[in-house]
């Protein structure tokens, strides 16, 4: 069987640790099935580009607006942050890793008939929060649709999505997400029944995920408090202080990734830029964990970390549901950062009762892979009569 995915647009995988490795972890659990995978790439249609403003609307503008002026003025006086010139390359690992087909398709380019797979799964990432008809595998025939793991900004889609998501959940073999909260979410778009199920990259162990970095010299020259941050422009959205704190009570140095916008707040002299095959080391040779991301939540888990998950604020503050989801889930909810409850380096040494998270997560596991094992035998199933 043969089963093409439909992810988050392509454009984020080669620079988004999460969605790649998430991708990485999907095809590897299907493989582990005898089932045949292919990512099918997808980039959003380009958006005009507006004219410049001339210079009389400027004119008139700030006639209107004087203060902005002066702010703008005083922001040219102030030397920028320079953006540290390394990216990590994301290019080897989707090359080597990866099966994919080679064309890139816009909206509305997609047609089942000439794409050669016996079904499509959709999910394992933030597909459903805008009104994507390819995200809801509108292209592909009834009974030969999985959604595994969709996840969303829930509760943030608009009127047009539910429109849409009731039309097509019908047609889908089976339904599943990676939060609770979307189970409401869905249930009101019409879908009958949905499951809750782990997030791809935790239905792979730790040893499957250091087959990728066997061999390689250490990322690290020595163990270090490692952080991952994303979705901030300035360190007043972290507890920087605290941050910088609890590595110097680990008595080990502070290193960093930092990512969609954090580059350009984090000083440089903390900030690294793994490769994929580095962001596994990284996580596999820390001392312990901080950080505000889902995944970097998940590859602490893994590695079986020490770790402190720090929530995120302002309008990235929806993505804590599937933080809040996985740790609850886990029985780990004391995981999560409070400084009213002391020290961030504090409750970073609170010891974790492995045995019983692991016990937890086999049974999440096992839930999660049934699902999806059924799910393709009723697609198989559609397939021979279809």
Not at 209 to 226: I, K, Q
Not at 280 to 303: D, K
Request: hydrophobic share 40%; aromatic share 10%; net charge positive.
């Amino acid at each position: 069987m043969k089963i093409g995915i439909i992810t988050i647009h392509y454009s984020f995988i080669t620079c988004n640790y999460g969605s790649l490795m998430q991708l990485y972890a999907m095809q590897q659990v299907l493989a582990g099935m005898s089932v045949q995978s292919a990512l099918v790439k997808q980039l959003p249609r380009p958006l005009p580009v507006p004219p410049p403003p001339t210079a009389r609307q400027k004119l008139n503008y700030y006639c209107r607006h004087p203060w902005s002026f002066l702010s703008r003025c005083a922001r040219s006086l102030k030397p920028e942050r320079r953006v540290p010139r390394k990216t990590p390359s994301f290019e080897s690992f989707i090359e080597q890793e990866i099966h994919a087909l080679s064309p890139i398709f816009l909206p509305g380019e997609l047609n089942a008939q000439e794409l050669d797979f016996d079904a499509y799964l959709a999910g394992s990432d933030q597909i459903w929060t805008s009104c994507e008809p390819e995200k809801l595998l509108d292209f592909a025939p009834a009974g030969k649709r999985i959604a595994y793991a969709a996840s969303a900004a829930w509760g943030k889609q608009p009127p047009e999505w539910y429109a849409l998501a009731q039309r097509e959940f019908p047609k889908f073999s089976a339904i599943s997400v990676r939060e609770k909260h979307g189970v409401e979410i869905c249930w009101k778009a019409g879908a009958e029944t949905v499951e809750v199920v782990l997030d791809p990259t935790l239905l792979l162990d730790r040893r499957e995920y250091s087959r990728l970095t066997e061999g390689r010299p250490p990322y690290f020259s020595e163990p270090c408090v490692l952080g991952y941050f994303l979705n901030i422009d300035q360190l007043s959205q972290l507890p920087w202080k605290q941050v910088k704190e609890a590595g110097k009570k680990m008595s080990a140095p502070l290193r960093i990734i930092p990512l969609q916008g954090a580059e350009c707040c984090i000083p440089e002299k903390y900030s690294i830029s793994p490769n994929p095959y580095e962001f596994l080391q990284s996580f596999q040779e820390a001392l312990c964990i901080i950080t505000n991301s889902f995944h970097g939540t998940v590859f602490a888990l893994i590695m079986r970390k020490p770790f402190i998950t720090i929530l995120q604020k302002g309008e990235t503050a929806v993505q804590n549901t599937r933080i809040f989801s996985l740790l609850e889930s886990l029985g780990l909810e004391d995981r999560i950062y409070h400084p009213e409850k002391g020290s961030m380096a504090g409750q970073l040494n609170r010891p974790i009762n492995w045995t019983a998270v692991e016990r937890n997560w086999e049974a999440l596991r096992i839930h999660s892979m049934e699902f999806l094992k059924n799910a393709i035998q009723q697609c198989t199933s559609a397939t021979r009569h279809g």
